[in-house]
């Protein structure tokens, strides 16, 4: 597990208050305050509709937050022009958990097509594909299209597209939730070897054994609140920055 960030230190992340309401019956988040530090690997668990599809959907403003903050390398995402959204996501890498490549496109195409849509020139894709892909071990099936790969090869895939600009943050949405458990540790490590190069990572998962396994930090959600943070058995409303009032109120049907 990376050193935490020393006192008074500006977190990397930061949620104050957030709620999400979708409408005056349902609502996604409610209070919800925490801190994620530059570097850190965090795990946010619970079962499905417990919130964590929806904090990072917060991040990346897929979820538009309707009070409180959300900060990211000090700037607040409320602040941001829908116009800059674009900008904001090529600044990090998103895994989802149903892969989503492109079914007619070989492995090398479906990272060279997301470059290009980004704006990298043909010599930056002919270099850094190649790259990308030998990184994340796939390299021996570029000329392969989906169909014909693993679950944990299209993963692998998948985690390589999203470091097509070598963000520094990371986001994997249930990135084993389609694997074996051979499979979902392959996943884990290739995200530890990143956590190690100085990427920050969260991960929602519901697949305890794997989490178990790996020693990050965790911060498990339980019937819509924020239950415990870390591996600790103590409450989350302690003195690492989540504040007494920090909860979360998740409609089932609202977060997958």
């Known amino acids: 597990m990376r050193p935490p960030a020393t006192e008074g230190d500006t977190p990397y992340i930061e949620f104050h208050d957030v709620e999400v309401a979708y409408?005056?019956?349902v609502s996604g988040l409610r209070g919800v305050s925490l801190k994620v530090d530059k570097g850190e690997f965090l795990f946010l668990?619970?079962?499905t509709g417990s919130g964590k599809s929806t904090l990072l959907k917060c991040l990346t403003r897929e979820v538009w937050h309707t009070a409180?903050?959300?900060k990211l390398a000090g700037r607040d995402l409320g602040r941001i022009p829908s116009r800059d959204v674009p900008l904001l996501?090529?600044?990090?890498?998103i895994v989802p958990q149903d892969f989503g490549l492109l079914p007619n496109k070989r492995v090398w195409e479906n990272l060279s097509y997301a470059m290009r849509a980004c704006g990298h020139t043909r010599r930056e894709v002919r270099r850094l594909v190649p790259e990308i892909l030998e990184r994340v071990n796939v390299?021996?099936?570029a000329d392969a299209f989906p169909r014909e790969l693993s679950g944990g090869e299209q993963q692998r895939v998948a985690i390589g597209r999203a470091l097509i600009n070598n963000p520094p943050l990371l986001l994997a949405d249930e990135?084993?939730?389609n694997l074996d458990p051979d499979q979902s540790v392959e996943i884990m490590e290739l995200l530890v070897q990143l956590n190690v190069r100085g990427t920050?990572?969260?991960?929602?998962?519901?697949?305890?054994?794997i989490v178990e396994r790996f020693s990050q930090r965790v911060v498990r959600l339980d019937q819509g609140r924020i239950c415990s943070d870390d591996c600790r058995d103590e409450p989350s409303n302690d003195s690492r920055g989540i504040e007494p009032s920090a909860q979360i109120v998740v409609m089932e049907t609202v977060d997958a």
């Open 23 to 25: 409408n005056d019956l």
């Open 45 to 47: 668990c619970g079962p």
């Open 89 to 93: 996501r090529r600044q990090m890498g």
């Open 175 to 177: 990135p084993t939730g």
């Open 139 to 141: 390299l021996k099936r």
């Open 68 to 70: 409180g903050t959300v």
């Open 200 to 209: 920050t990572i969260l991960v929602a998962s519901h697949d305890m054994p």
